[in-house]
């Protein structure tokens, strides 16, 4: 079955400790993405990757790391959490198109993880 | 740099009715896309529009696109409970390769 895997579903953790919130896809996708989503904000990309080891910053990156060394994994990384960061993380893939863009008639999302940072 | 725009942000109707959820985008935008999330679920993608005029349309959900006025919008078409949902729209930032933008999102609740 065709899926993104996001891990943990749920993370309470305690400001400044570091944590990685892993993402991995099985469709073979060369874009993979993350964002958080706040109430009252809508979704905000945080970083994006057009494929191994080419990662961009999105619209609200401080705060957090990504890397991606293998194609099916991209996982997210806070290095010191703090209490703003608390948020809903949704992860995401898709193919490219012939141009190189996110093909995004089917991005395909993770199921979301619950971060609270205290 | 591109913003995204939805309104309404809340939207309540009856089964049967019509409306339209619009979408404007201030910069550029490649392509525009629409996304639906259930209460406690992940994002599902229903359309991604890539031209101006273009217009897509699956089951009681159309979503057109024109790009002169840099607007798109999602019409609903006698509203059933299901369709009860929060959709998204969201922009390609111009130059960029995957760099997407969303809208704060519609809250839909359509009653009986």
């Known amino acids: 079955e065709a899926q993104v895997t996001q891990n943990p579903r749920y993370l309470i953790t305690v400001t400044g400790k570091k944590l990685t919130v892993t993402c991995s896809q099985n469709m073979n996708h060369e874009y993979m993405s993350w964002y958080r989503q706040d109430p009252g904000l809508g979704l905000r990309q945080i970083y994006y990757s057009m494929n191994v080891e080419v990662t961009d910053k999105g619209d609200v990156p401080e705060g957090y790391k990504v890397s991606r060394k293998e194609k099916r994994n991209f996982p997210l990384i806070l290095e010191s959490p703090s209490p703003n960061q608390t948020s809903l993380y949704f992860c995401?893939?898709?193919?490219?198109?012939?141009?190189?863009?996110?093909?995004?008639?089917?991005?395909?999302f993770g199921s979301g993880t619950q971060l609270s940072v205290l | 740099e591109l913003k995204v725009e939805q309104n309404p942000l809340f939207l309540s109707m009856q089964e049967g009715k019509n409306y339209t959820i619009y979408c404007n985008y201030s910069?550029?935008?490649?392509?525009l896309y629409w996304y639906r999330q259930d209460p406690g679920k992940s994002l599902e993608s229903l359309f991604v529009?890539?031209?101006?005029?273009a217009v897509k349309q699956e089951g009681r959900l159309m979503a057109s696109l024109d790009t002169k006025a840099r607007l798109s919008t999602l019409h609903i078409t006698a509203a059933v409970h299901d369709l009860s949902a929060t959709y998204f729209c969201a922009g390609l930032r111009g130059g960029s390769q995957g760099n997407l933008i969303f809208g704060k999102g519609t809250k839909l609740s359509v009653k009986p």
């Open positions: 529009l890539l031209s101006n005029g």
């Open positions: 995401a893939s898709s193919s490219t198109d012939p141009l190189n863009r996110v093909r995004n008639e089917k991005l395909f």
């Open positions: 910069t550029t935008s490649d392509r």
